[in-house]
């Protein structure tokens, strides 16, 4: 029973840890068959078709390594399944799975085809130690 004026102490359980997720350096970018090279995205009407965010997510050309920075440690992610058709055209999907160790990588996207570009946009979702990131992104890479 609690006395008049006085409040019962609320048990806080801590903040969950954030996944920190860095961006990659130019010299990732230059030593990396990179295929599709993601950018964090905002969705807003004055961002780019290929997003004005950090670079945080490179695919190899064949889409069997992935390659992104945790906690300012680049990690090269291996492909555990993706869809029957990554085809680029307009309105196609595509799903990758990636891992190492414990962490895993999903990556779900769109696709539409501009000149000589194929732009996706999606959803990163990044999962390490039962803790869960998701980031809209917005990729290209040249056809």
């Known amino acids: 029973m609690l006395a008049l004026g006085m409040s019962p102490v609320l048990a806080q359980s801590p ?10 350096d130019l010299k990732d970018l230059f030593n990396f068959n990179s295929g599709f090279q993601f950018r964090i995205a905002s969705f807003s009407a004055e961002e780019t078709e290929i997003g004005q965010g950090a670079l945080i997510l490179l695919l190899s050309s064949d889409q069997t390594v992935a390659l992104i920075k945790i906690d300012g440690v680049t990690q090269r992610l291996h492909l555990l399944q993706k869809n029957s058709d990554t085809r680029c055209s307009d309105g196609a999907h595509a799903l990758w799975v990636y891992a ?19 732009q996706a946009q999606g959803l990163l979702s990044l999962r390490l130690d039962k803790h869960n990131r998701r980031i809209l992104v917005k990729g290209v890479r040249r056809l």
Do not use: G, H, T, Y
């Open 15 to 24: 903040p969950a840890p954030v996944i920190a997720l860095d961006k990659l």
């Open 100 to 118: 190492l160790d414990e962490q895993r990588l999903m990556l779900k996207v769109s696709f539409r085809k501009i000149a000589d570009q194929c």
